[in-house]
């Protein structure tokens, strides 16, 4: 596929992304924690706004150290492609969004150095499996949790954060994960 001028979409931060063709120098951190911020959990069908970047900074909070980079950018690419539920996103005609979703994770894990086996990793789907049965538990009401599947809840209660709030939690969370791997923001994520 070429990157031809209509199949790109404008980022915050001003960048082009081709979403059907991502490459590592087209993410940036700063248009992943904006996005991540505005985007709510759950379709939108949760008592309150929740965004997926406070989700991503719970989950990284509770994996252990050594995933917990791969914890709070687990959900990178919804960034550049939007939070599709499970069950839409697992049906047999999105196989294309699914093919995106990997080719977009594959351009994040590459643009921050992050094994992409860890973003699959065991102690990842744990935590975010337990921060989902706590948003269904305190966001989502007792339909949801009765009917889910779900991983034990987080003791803490999930009390949702602004945008602008999510926003900067998920880049302070970025800065401490990553200031001993040498990980620099570029230039515009500095914000």
Not at 16 to 22: A, I
Not at 66 to 74: E, I, Q, R, S, T
């Amino acid at each position: 596929m070429t990157r031809g001028d209509k199949e790109w979409i404008c980022t915050y931060t001003g960048r082009k992304f081709w979403p059907m063709d991502p490459r590592p120098e087209d993410i940036d951190i700063l248009d992943v924690a904006h996005a991540l911020s505005n985007l709510c959990r759950f379709g939108g069908h949760c008592h309150r706004f929740y965004s997926v970047a406070q989700h991503s900074v719970h989950v990284s909070q509770i994996c252990p150290a050594g995933h917990a980079l791969a914890g709070l950018l687990h959900d990178a690419s919804e960034a550049y492609l939007v939070d599709v539920p499970r069950p839409i996103k697992r049906a047999p005609g999105m196989a294309d969004y699914r093919y995106a979703e990997a080719r977009v994770m594959l351009a994040v894990c590459s643009h921050f150095g992050v094994d992409h086996d860890s973003m699959f990793h065991a102690d990842v789907k744990k935590a975010d499996d337990s921060m989902l049965a706590a948003e269904a538990r305190d966001l989502m009401g007792a339909g949801a949790v009765s009917q889910w599947s779900l991983a034990l809840p987080t003791e803490s209660r999930v009390e949702p954060w602004p945008p602008k709030v999510a926003c900067e939690t998920f880049l302070q969370r970025f800065a401490e994960l990553t200031v001993r791997r040498g990980i620099q923001l570029t230039e515009g994520e500095d914000k």
